[in-house]
């Protein structure tokens, strides 16, 4: 009757403590962890941009905006360390009371010896320490599940599509004109989300020279991505030489067709491995490749030539070198679908200028797929592709949209003075 007594309350407030600690706890611990998050990335990206932020006096904004996102993250740790304490705090009362009631307990029973009392409260110690670590295995379990949840959170993060599709190899000389076919093609980002590309349907011959342009959100580098399915289509289709991409592994589809990106990208290693990572091609090969890119007089002056060393995304080279190195990369692939994915937009007049004659004169016989920042570039192309929300607006010889007034091409070319 009086284990009963106090068993009964006790456990009773375990049970409140709990219900009333884990779920704060947990989400104090949810919160910090997010907010654990910016402070990696602001650090990363400091790192990696610390000269520009050092050119432009930068550096005390980058200060603050660390310390005001380790503040902003300390304060959900603080929060969560003092919910510990006042866990703590109540079950070591709670201990307490019960050792005391124990005493008191063994005090008015009637008949009670001292060795009796003695080995009551010696368990009564016991116990009272074995139930608050008891509560606290408990919370911390609860609060730690918040770990698994983020790993949960990326395992059912959609995965892409089978890199190779055994029974849907394309042929060894696919593609071999480098047609180009949108069958009422439309995409989004993600489930729920507006389509970015709607109902696109336009045909792009085996050779051609095709500009996209638009306005800013118009849909035309999703297009690229669509291309390269890295994202997937939402209805329709894209037909490349009467074969469907997305019946096809990826690697056939990236190994086939080549991309000149707005972003170089270079890895840390050798020059060599940059242009040839998979050691396809010979030394030949790659010089008539750095020829072509007109790099080979300034690779020829560095100290290891072929065998230099590149740093990490190539920061030891000036961005239009590495823009010329990827295009050197391109040129050794010789796909029949190239895509300029707004390939000159960060680079100097004079390195745009080598970008395009090189594509002109070495991608001959090639579809090239141009995402275009500066108009003339493209003046001369075979098509230009007017796109707007998604939508293809205008597609039709360069010429034939500028003699037209009402055409959204001609607007754009007023207004980048070219006419």
């Known amino acids: ?186 995409m989004r980002y993600r489930e729920g989300l507006d389509l970015v590309i709607r109902g696109m349907t336009v045909r792009i011959e085996g050779g051609e020279k095709v500009g996209i342009v638009g306005r800013t959100g118009a849909g035309k580098s999703s297009l690229s991505l669509s291309l390269f399915r890295l994202v997937e289509a939402a209805s329709g289709s894209i037909m490349v030489d009467g074969l469907n991409i997305a019946d096809i592994g990826l690697h056939d589809l990236r190994a086939r067709i080549t991309i000149l990106p707005q972003d170089p990208v270079l890895f840390s290693g050798t020059l060599r491995m940059n242009l040839d990572p998979f050691n396809e091609f010979s030394e030949d090969d790659l010089w008539v490749s750095l020829e072509r890119a007109h790099l080979k007089e300034f690779v020829n002056q560095l100290p290891l030539k072929l065998d230099y060393q590149c740093g990490e995304e190539g920061h030891n080279l000036s961005v239009g070198q590495r823009q010329l190195l990827c295009l050197a990369r391109t040129l050794l692939r010789k796909s029949k679908v190239l895509v300029l994915d707004e390939a000159t937009a960060a680079v100097d007049i004079q390195t745009d200028a080598l970008i395009q004659n090189t594509v002109r004169l070495a991608f001959q016989g090639c579809t090239v797929i141009a995402i275009a920042h500066r108009l003339n570039t493209i003046l001369d192309y075979d098509k230009v592709m007017v796109m707007d929300a998604g939508q293809v607006k205008e597609f039709d010889s360069p010429t034939a949209l500028l003699e037209d007034p009402n055409s959204a091409f001609h607007a754009m070319a007023v207004d980048a003075n070219i006419i």
């Not at 603050?64 to 959900?76: A, Q």
């Not at 070591?92 to 008015?108: H, K, P, Y």
């Not at 790993?151 to 892409?160: F, H, L, R």
């Open 1 to 186: 009757f009086y284990l009963l007594l106090v068993s009964v309350p006790v456990i009773v407030f375990f049970y409140l403590l709990l219900r009333f600690y884990v779920p704060t706890s947990r989400q104090l611990r949810r919160i910090e962890h997010i907010t654990r998050s910016p402070i990696y990335t602001h650090f990363s990206e400091s790192v990696s941009g610390a000269s520009v932020i050092r050119a432009y006096g930068a550096t005390n904004r980058f200060l603050l905006e660390s310390k005001r996102r380790v503040d902003y993250n300390v304060t959900y740790f603080f929060a969560a360390s003092m919910a510990l304490r006042w866990l703590s705090v109540n079950l070591d009362s709670l201990a307490n009371i019960v050792i005391f009631c124990t005493g008191i307990f063994q005090i008015v029973m009637p008949g009670s010896t001292a060795g009796e009392a003695g080995l009551v409260i010696s368990y009564a110690l016991q116990i009272s320490g074995s139930l608050p670590w008891m509560v606290r295995q408990v919370a911390d379990f609860e609060t730690n599940i918040v770990s698994v949840e983020r790993i949960k959170e990326y395992s059912e993060v959609v995965q892409e599509s089978d890199w190779i599709v055994s029974s849907k190899r394309a042929p060894p000389t696919w593609p071999s004109k480098g047609v180009v076919m949108f069958n009422n093609f439309s």
